[in-house]
């Protein structure tokens, strides 16, 4: 249940990530013409109609161009549904990254528990912490890596 908070800040990284390329002139607004393409660099593929519906509901609503709170309205719920079935590599080390805080390619016990703290609001008791990481920690060295992570969202 926590991850999937960790896979929709992914999914709005990329967001803004494609929409600031496309955001030509920097004016925090991407034209009706340039969505279907920015949408094709999220790997996210429009059949015609569906583009004719969305350009249709740009120009209408917000006068033909884009700002990027109306553009995640537009794109999300279509990401979400795409992507609802599969989460590929890169989000799976996105996620990885929000609980290894230091990057070293590990999660410790103190990454873990302020990482459950971050992603729940409240604090974890040691028991509950320590079972999680004994748990994730096939190898038994103390701390859990990235195929380790990989291997219990598999088996989730």
């Not at 002139?25 to 593929?45: I, L, P, Q, W």
């Not at 033909?64 to 109306?70: A, E, N, Q, S, T």
């Not at 990454?111 to 990481?133: A, N, Q, R, T, V």
């Not at 992570?149 to 989730?156: E, N, P, S, W, Y």
């Amino acid at each position: 249940m926590h991850m999937v908070a960790v896979f929709h800040y992914c999914n709005a990284l990329e967001l803004l990530q494609a929409f600031k390329e496309f955001d030509y002139d920097s004016d925090g607004y991407v034209h009706y013409k340039d969505v279907a393409n920015c949408m094709r660099t999220m790997g996210y593929m429009p059949t015609e109609m569906e583009l004719i519906e969305i350009n249709q509901q740009i120009k209408m609503k917000w006068g033909g161009h884009v700002d990027f709170d109306d553009f995640c309205e537009l794109m999300g719920p279509r990401m979400l549904a795409e992507t609802a079935h599969m989460v590929g590599l890169r989000e799976l080390r996105c996620a990885f990254a929000q609980f290894d805080c230091n990057g070293d390619g590990r999660i410790t016990f103190e990454e873990l528990k302020e990482s459950m703290k971050s992603f729940l609001g409240e604090k974890l008791k040691k028991g509950e912490l320590e079972e999680i990481l004994t748990d994730l920690d096939l190898n038994g060295d103390g701390n859990v890596d990235f195929d380790e992570f990989v291997m219990m969202l598999a088996t989730r």
